[in-house]
């Protein structure tokens, strides 16, 4: 398996303008969260899915952030408009089943907003 | 409120010591534990995961060892080595899905 695929790895835009990142978990994962990961705040947790439904979004920070898991094989994340602030690197991870078993991890998107 | 604590945030030592890096949090009612590896400008790696009903794990040179009572974890470093030099992440699962994460310690191995 290739692992969590995460696209694009980095984005640049300016501020206002909507971002889209986006995720393919691994086949057959069940469980899928997204973290977001700056110097200040360290990794949070944002959002997470069970069977493409999502579970617990309370970690998103405002309305502007929203996600999305249409099946079983694909997730967005999405920020409009985009902040300055919003500047961090989005992780996407997956996980099969509960509990006991490890969370495989992207390798991140590198958001730079202007 | 979980809080997990990683001391030192940042450890320099020379190329062959054994290390040991500490992991704290506040609630002992945990789930799981599982410690990562990042480099620089990459992802995270799982290096090992530990169940709340088992004291250690083992993998190669490292070992993690668990102590709910105490909200304590550790992960030991044998015969360090520089490709060893990142930051280590230790997070603690509190129920089935959730995740929180310390704020890492940045390891350096001189060569």
């Known amino acids: 398996d290739a692992g969590v695929i995460q696209s694009p790895r980095h984005e640049v835009t300016e501020m206002g303008q909507e971002v889209t990142l986006r995720c393919k978990p691994i086949?057959?994962?069940?469980?899928l969260f997204w973290y977001r990961q700056t110097m200040m705040r360290g990794l949070e947790l944002l959002i997470y899915f069970n069977n493409n439904v999502p579970i617990d979004d309370s970690g998103m920070p405002e309305d502007r952030f929203s996600a999305k898991m249409p099946n079983a094989s694909f997730s967005t994340l999405k920020i409009q408009p985009s902040e300055p602030r919003d500047s961090a690197v989005y992780f996407c991870?997956?996980?099969?089943?509960?509990?006991?078993?490890?969370?495989?991890f992207g390798p991140g998107t590198r958001l730079t907003v202007t | 409120k979980q809080e997990v604590t990683q001391i030192p945030a940042a450890l320099s030592v020379p190329e062959g010591e054994n290390l040991v890096l500490n992991c704290s949090f506040t609630?002992?009612?945990?789930?799981?534990l599982q410690w990562f590896r990042q480099d620089p400008g990459k992802g995270l790696t799982s290096l090992l995961l530990i169940q709340s009903s088992q004291r250690e794990q083992t993998s190669g040179r490292l070992n993690a060892s668990l102590d709910k009572s105490s909200g304590r974890s550790t992960l030991y470093i044998a015969a360090s080595q520089p490709g060893d030099s990142a930051t280590y992440l230790c997070?603690?699962?509190?129920?089935?899905?959730?995740?929180?994460f310390g704020s890492g310690t940045r390891l350096s191995i001189r060569p």
């Open positions: 609630d002992s009612a945990i789930y799981n």
């Open positions: 086949s057959g994962h069940d469980y």
């Open positions: 991870a997956s996980r099969h089943g509960t509990g006991g078993r490890e969370q495989y």
């Open positions: 997070a603690v699962i509190p129920s089935a899905s959730k995740i929180i």
